[in-house]
């Protein structure tokens, strides 16, 4: 029997023909919150779809226009932690779309839960913008609760930034691929550990960026100290002419040191020798390790705020970082 959302549109996995138009819905809600909006890449869909089955974890739902009305994904991250991912075109909010969304995500989540290790805490993330009202209640009603805010900080390059001031001992330069694949793997990993919620990723897995269209070893930036990694900012550009920064991560034995702000200076200063005049990045606004300081500190804004809420599936043990050990 069709569900009430599929009574009123068709409800699909997307197709790679859906990817400009989810592109533009992601685009539509940016501008209508915020009055700005970044663009994304059509490789950013689809390295989301690498991580999941489109056919049974990803929904298109379409109007009898033709014109996408939502769009929403469930990734397995495995140790526990799965996260949905939502979206209602402004043209169609106010008809249900969303909440049916929440539930038809959760039910998929839920067949994850097996899988999950024994005795682990699942846990469902979801997240929405800090200026959506409306939803936020969605969430609330389906029984989750806020659990984290991110941001968008940005930074515009209207002038040449500082000269970066490394820390005695450390040398820059770019990603060798081919040769530097699994040490700056490890490297993340091992600061991301500082993270919170942070499950471990696969090697395999996490190296698919570099097969992406846009993928620019040049951008790419190791710090290095002798023949080790002490840190990295991985970035790339977007359609926009804008620059994305995937990744700022310092290892800690090399914190505290003025790295990872010599490291944002060298990536800005790259941008702007590149006529590039905007640059983001995503933050943990409770960063366990002080990152928003860091990127304040480098000149950067909040541009757009994210609410991320949970919802237990399973108790047990957490197996993703909460907090900083030292």
């Known amino acids: ?31 209508l919150h915020y009055g700005v909006a970044d663009e994304y890449a059509p490789d950013d869909i689809r390295d989301d779809w690498s991580h999941l089955n489109r056919e049974t974890d990803a929904w298109a739902v379409v109007a009898p226009d033709g014109q996408l009305a ?7 991250h495995g140790f526990g932690r799965i996260e949905a991912d939502g979206y209602v075109h402004p043209n169609f909010q106010g008809q249900g779309i969303g909440t049916e969304l929440v539930r038809l995500m ?23 913008l800090q200026s959506d009202i409306p939803a936020q209640r969605i969430m609330e009603d389906a029984g989750f609760g806020l ?34 694949d699994r040490a700056v793997f490890d490297a993340v990993e091992e600061a991301f550990k500082d993270h919170w919620d942070h499950v471990p990723h696969e090697f395999d897995e996490w190296m698919e960026r570099t097969k992406r269209e846009s ?14 990694i002490a840190g990295v900012t991985l970035c790339r550009l977007r359609p926009d002419e804008s620059a994305w920064i995937n990744t700022v991560a310092v290892r800690r034995s090399w914190r505290k040191r003025g790295l990872g702000l010599a490291l944002l200076h060298h990536a ?15 933050v943990d606004a409770q960063s366990l390790t002080g990152a928003t300081r860091l990127y304040e500190r480098a000149g950067m804004h909040v541009s757009l705020r994210i609410a991320t809420y949970q919802k237990e599936l399973r ?6 970082t909460q907090t900083l050990h030292e």
């Open 70 to 76: 939502a769009y929403a994904t469930v990734t397995d």
């Open 147 to 180: 659990a984290r805010a991110f941001w968008r900080m940005a930074i515009d390059l209207a002038d040449a930034p500082p000269a970066p001031q490394w820390p005695d001992g450390v040398t820059l330069r770019t990603f060798i691929p081919g040769q530097d």
């Open 1 to 31: 029997m069709p569900t009430a959302l599929e009574q009123r549109f068709t409800v699909r996995p997307p197709v790679d023909e859906d990817i400009r138009a989810i592109i533009e819905l992601v685009m539509a809600l940016d501008l």
């Open 315 to 320: 108790p047990g043990v957490d197996l993703s």
């Open 215 to 228: 993928f620019d070893p040049t951008l790419w930036f190791l710090a290095m100290d002798g023949a080790e």
């Open 106 to 128: 959760e039910t998929r989540a839920r067949d994850f839960i097996p899988s999950a290790p024994e005795h682990a805490r699942v846990v469902l993330t979801n997240s929405v």
């Open 268 to 282: 800005f200063a790259e941008f702007y020798r590149r006529g590039i005049q905007h640059a983001a990045l995503g």
